[in-house]
């Protein structure tokens, strides 16, 4: 469903800076109203988002009120970036509003497969309002707007960890593995860790949640490999997975599991007892709603373990904007504006209770959407997701990520995959890795 995230080369504004900053004056969205066109009413518009639709009644009274029909396609983040690629190609029409993700805001630029949005957002005003803006920002050109705040966060369920006799969270590495060996050996939780192993973009962002856990990065602000030495940060990341997955600490059918599986089929339903690279908003809008979760109230996040003490939480918004072959502008920039009212935003991650929210969904993208959620204490973990998000968020690539980065990560989960099945060591893993960032010209 999501991935990585964090582009620009621009240092993400905290969460609770950014919280600090509406005490000054509440940010509303309506601020981007500025040269908005008028939609055509009864208009139907095309929607495609990697995260499931938004509640009914909320969409219905979006058309009420605008007269713009909506149909919504949810599509898992990897199939969804190939039909985006196959219709921007061919140069036919797909939808009127469509994901436009942090990894792919270099590669947008360059291609022009996305309409900028400079016209109907400011984005100069919009900075104080939005914590991750510079993420889909490129020389100036907005190629999406945020529809989200995310993190990399750790979870685990600490009733688990309270059954294993473990009483105080680990803070490390290798206290992490050393309590998660005790759960699996107290017979637990047969496989405590969750880790999607499928070939796909969800092992790509764990891996680099790991390296910064070990005190490093995967690529130099020049888009050099970082992680070929076996001292290297990286390469410690992906020897810790594929060691996990051997030793049994991994559900051996996470091997053709992705992401979204893992949190909804495992985690929620007590399979695992800890998502070491989880998203942030996962306990409140997966693991806390009865209807799809056996284990509400049991997961909590904690500082992510590092090398040394608590690790950075890389940051991974995702966005939406208007593919250039778009039919409907009008009416998707009425949507787009709509989607990020912050009491849309706040109720998407739970400030109004499970049945308003959208499954996944991590925390709203704006200011006066964050206050909300927070001042609702309907969501368990909002202020702790503020104090990672303070102390320890950082930008996946110091320079954004680079135009080329669907080759990058693509060579990245499928020769990690591979790493985990056996099919290949780590070091002829890493050895791929590292060439085909010298082909794309890193």
């Known amino acids: 469903m999501r991935r990585t995230k964090k582009a620009g080369g621009v240092a993400a504004v905290t969460l609770a800076s950014a919280m600090a900053l509406s005490v000054c004056g509440t940010a509303t969205v309506s601020a981007q109203s500025t040269r908005t066109p008028s939609a055509k009413s009864d208009v139907t518009i095309n929607v495609a988002i990697a995260y499931p639709a938004p509640p009914k009644s909320l969409l219905d009274e979006f058309t009420a009120k605008t007269g713009i029909k909506v149909n919504y396609s949810y599509i898992q983040w990897d199939n969804l970036q190939t039909k985006i690629v196959a219709a921007a190609e061919a140069h036919t029409y797909f939808a009127d509003v469509a994901d436009v993700d942090w990894s792919k805001v270099g590669e947008y630029y360059q291609t022009k497969w996305f309409t900028p949005l400079n ?37 685990v369920n600490t009733k ?39 070939a796909a973009e969800g092992l790509s962002t764990y891996w680099y949640e790991l390296t910064a856990a070990f005190g490093g990065q995967v690529l130099s602000s020049t888009y050099k490999p970082e992680f070929t030495s076996p001292n290297s940060a990286g390469y410690k990341a992906m020897e810790w997975i594929v060691s996990a997955y051997k030793s049994g600490l991994i559900p051996k059918g996470n091997l053709d599991l992705e992401d979204y ?55 991974n918004p995702d966005g939406i904007g208007i593919p250039a072959e778009a039919k409907n502008v009008s009416a998707a ?51 702790e997701l503020a104090t990672l998000a303070e102390h320890h968020s950082r930008a996946i690539f110091p320079a954004g990520a680079p135009p080329w980065y669907p080759a990058f990560s693509n060579a990245v989960y499928t020769n990690l995959h591979s790493a985990a099945a056996g099919q290949e060591s780590v070091a002829s893993a890493i050895s791929a890795i590292a060439s085909q960032v010298a082909s794309l010209g890193g």
């Open 160 to 198: 688990d960890f309270t059954k294993a006799g473990i009483k105080t969270m680990p803070t490390t590495l290798a206290q992490y593995s050393t309590d998660l060996n005790k759960i699996k050996t107290a017979g637990v939780v047969q496989h405590p860790l969750d880790v999607p192993l499928a």
């Open 119 to 155: 016209k109907y957002f400011n984005p100069s005003s919009l900075y104080s309002q939005y914590p991750q803006l510079a993420s889909f920002v490129r020389n100036g050109e907005l190629l999406g707007m945020p529809s989200d705040v995310s993190l990399l966060v750790t979870t």
């Open 333 to 383: 920039v009425t949507f787009i504006k709509w989607y990020d009212e912050p009491a849309n935003q706040a109720a998407f991650a739970g400030a109004d209770g499970p049945s308003q929210v959208i499954s996944g969904f991590p925390l709203p993208a704006n200011v006066a959407g964050l206050n909300a959620l927070v001042k609702s204490g309907k969501v368990p973990g909002a202020s």
């Open 261 to 315: 599986q893992g949190f909804d089929d495992d985690m929620a339903h007590n399979l695992t007892a800890s998502v070491f690279s989880d998203y942030s908003g996962d306990v409140g809008t997966v693991y806390d709603v009865p209807s799809s979760s056996t284990v509400v109230g049991d997961v909590s996040y904690i500082p992510t373990p590092g090398a040394n003490g608590p690790a950075p939480n890389l940051a």
